[in-house]
């Protein structure tokens, strides 16, 4: 038996310029950070013959082909086992459609799991690279890369994503005091529905590679808003990557006109008069998770609660995909 785990994330500048249909023309580069929220993936051989799969669904089969779930079916052919003998189960501390990259999270620990239980070492640069592989390029799905790259990596990390499909990842250079700081000050509250990111980046891939104006200059002022908010955080000024948040805010809603809607505006905006300095949606927008940066985190937390949403406490992951056990 196999079980693996795989965390997921939070975005804390430069999210949209992962996206191919962006960075392949204008190199890209973003700043995000995997939190102790846990894809899980457990793998093992039945001892019957066939396909189990657990999910949201059950799945019987005796073919790869006979798959339906498509991530787990293209997972299995890149390892090219056509007829196995296998046990796929998966849960998740979070469910999927919440921002928290939670595709990219499971499609890494699934690919962790199997190369493990074939006795086959993969590099976290590689991992990504494969997970990246079956959801962009064989499933086409219109997502980024951060999501597998930040999953694989862990930690809080700085990626630039180059045109000729490179990635080169370092950690953020930050001191102990910042790093604490932003474990305390950084909040995030459910809105209470989640929402599928597919129509939101098809919107934004789609103008990108159309080459429209506003959108690409909206990515490009993204991007430097996400190197400004990497300095802010290696020079300790907690302040100003707050402020930075509120700005990555408003320049996100511009991106899709599914972006928010009057009651996360409504909720933003208490949230802004309650403490928080700045804020966001994490992921590609619609739903999911609000997060703060606040300096009276117990106003802004009893605010919140008042008005219904629940918090998602956490701390920073700084182990990535691994083995838990094997």
Same mark, same amino acid.
């Given at each position: 038996m196999i079980i693996t785990r795989s965390p997921l994330r939070i975005t804390l500048g430069g999210g949209g310029t992962d996206l191919p249909s962006y960075y392949r023309e204008h190199g890209g580069s973003l700043v995000a950070? %995997?939190? #102790?929220?846990?894809?899980?993936?457990?793998v093992m051989r039945p001892f019957t013959r066939g396909i189990f799969l657990k999910?949201?669904?059950l799945e019987h089969v005796e073919t790869? #082909?006979?798959?339906? +779930?498509?991530?787990?079916? /293209? %997972?299995?052919? !890149?390892?090219?086992?056509? !007829?196995?003998?296998? /046990?796929? =189960? =998966?849960?998740? #501390?979070?469910?999927a459609g919440t921002g928290l990259g939670s595709s990219g999270s499971f499609t890494t620990a699934l690919l962790k799991a199997l190369y493990t239980h074939e006795r086959r070492l993969l590099h976290?640069?590689?991992?990504?690279?494969? %997970?990246?592989?079956?959801?962009?390029?064989?499933?086409?799905?219109?997502?980024?890369?951060q999501d597998q790259y930040i999953a694989a990596y862990?930690?809080? =990390?700085? $990626?630039? $994503?180059?045109?000729?499909?490179t990635v080169e990842a370092r950690p953020l250079h930050l001191s102990t005091d910042m790093l604490f700081d932003l474990e305390d000050n950084l909040l995030l509250f459910f809105c209470g529905f989640t929402r599928s990111a597919g129509h939101i980046l098809k919107d934004q891939h789609t103008r990108t590679q159309q080459s429209d104006r506003d959108m690409l200059q909206n990515l490009h002022y993204i991007?430097?808003?996400?190197?400004?908010? /990497? +300095?802010?955080? /290696?020079s300790g000024n907690a302040a100003l990557f707050g402020e930075l948040m509120h700005e990555h805010w408003e320049y996100k809603k511009k991106r899709s006109q599914g972006m928010t809607n009057p009651q996360i505006d409504e909720w933003y905006e208490l949230g802004c008069k309650s403490g928080a300095i700045g804020g966001k949606l994490v992921g590609a927008g619609g739903g999911? $998770?609000?997060m703060f940066y606040a300096d009276d985190q117990k106003r802004l937390r009893r605010t919140m609660s008042h008005a219904g949403l629940e918090e998602m406490r956490f701390r920073f992951d700084f182990d990535g995909t691994k083995v838990l056990f094997g």
């Open positions: 950070a %995997a939190i #102790d929220k846990y894809v899980y993936v457990n999910y949201s669904k790869v #082909d006979e798959i339906q +779930h498509p991530i787990v079916r /293209e %997972a299995l052919r !890149m390892l090219k086992l056509e !007829m196995p003998q296998i /046990e796929i =189960t =998966t849960l998740a #501390d979070i469910p976290p640069d590689e991992l990504a690279e494969l %997970a990246c592989e079956i959801e962009i390029n064989l499933l086409g799905e219109p997502i980024g890369k862990g930690g809080i =990390t700085c $990626f630039r $994503f180059h045109p000729e499909g991007k430097e808003l996400g190197l400004r908010s /990497e +300095h802010a955080l /290696e999911g $998770f609000l």
